[in-house]
């Protein structure tokens, strides 16, 4: 994988390095799980959050209401648990899908739904984009794409400097490329769609400058970053969701075009595809959709916030 020349070598004291030390090992411990046990202790850690009304469980039911998002035969607080069980599983398995053996993190993902759209949908030599919300484990990704090509994707340095050395190692994991979330990494986006190459972006994320969209029926502020990419590339942008399985352990990846609004020349028009692309990714499962994190946390001039 390409490291990424943005990131400065950063001397830990002793401090530090015991933490890091320590906090690697617990990773480790938890990746090594098997895949039903994690998720068994991931249900069990979303019964604790929906229990203790805690801040996750309180932003997942003012982001379902607020959106009036239900699912057939559910009502409300049960979508709000699963929700939250969806959420501890996660957190559990990710240790694995960031430390694990590629191959037995690949295994995982028990059947694929519509990957031809990842050859059919451009030309040779073109550029796209894969928009992969926070639904099920986005995070698969990375173990499914390692089989085709390599990617590039943006990341958030973390902040605490005892955490940089294990990132160092997670994003190695996979073989992909990514870059920071500065004008260098955005650059390399570009110039990676020029190239030919598959880039992947989180579109459901608040970013630091954006436009208010349509999302949900609520307007939230949203990245333009995608939509420029297409405006100014060509790249074509299909979706990705790995939907976690009912019955087993295990997901279901599932890759579908993207709303073909994206493709407009109008950036709100382009912006509002996007956003429209992430709620039929939704529509696959609601409970699976990472409900807790404060999407519309930025909101419109003269107006209430939601939060």
């Not at 957190?91 to 050859?119: F, H, K, Y």
């Not at 639904?135 to 698969?140: A, D, S």
């Not at 190239?195 to 630091?208: K, N």
Request: net charge neutral; with cysteine.
């Amino acid at each position: 994988m390409t490291q990424s020349s943005e990131e400065p070598n950063v001397v830990l004291g002793w401090k530090e390095r015991v933490a890091a030390i320590l906090f690697e090992q617990l990773l480790l411990g938890a990746a090594r799980l098997p895949l039903g046990v994690s998720q068994k202790l991931g249900r069990g850690l979303g019964n604790l959050l929906y229990w203790l009304d805690s801040r996750a469980a309180r932003v997942t039911a003012i982001n379902l209401d607020a959106c009036q998002v239900m699912t057939p035969g559910v009502d409300r607080d049960q979508l709000i648990r699963q929700s939250l069980r969806h959420t501890g599983q996660t957190m559990m398995e990710t240790p694995a899908v960031w430390l694990g053996e590629r191959q037995r993190i690949r295994s995982w993902i028990t059947a694929v739904e519509n990957d031809c759209v990842l050859d059919a949908t451009r030309e040779p030599g073109q550029g796209m984009i894969i928009v992969l919300p926070h639904f099920g484990n986005w995070e698969l990704l990375n173990a499914y794409y390692a089989d085709r090509e390599s990617l590039t994707a943006l990341y958030h340095p973390p902040t605490q400097a005892f955490l940089q050395p294990i990132m160092a190692k997670v994003r190695e994991n996979n073989g992909h490329e990514l870059v920071p979330t500065n004008k260098r990494g955005i650059a390399r986006l570009y110039r990676s769609l020029a190239e030919g190459r598959v880039i992947v972006i989180l579109p459901d994320q608040v970013p630091a400058s954006g436009d208010f969209v349509d999302f949900f029926g609520l307007p939230a502020f949203t990245d333009r970053l995608i939509s420029r990419l297409v405006q100014k590339t060509g790249a074509k942008v299909v979706s990705s969701i790995f939907i976690r399985n009912a019955d087993h352990p295990g997901f279901t990846a599932r890759f579908a075009e993207a709303d073909q609004a994206v493709y407009s020349s109008d950036l709100k028009v382009s912006m509002r595809g996007v956003n429209r692309t992430v709620e039929d990714c939704v529509a696959a499962d609601p409970a699976q959709y990472q409900w807790e994190y404060k999407r519309f946390r930025v909101s419109p001039p003269d107006t209430t916030p939601l939060y």
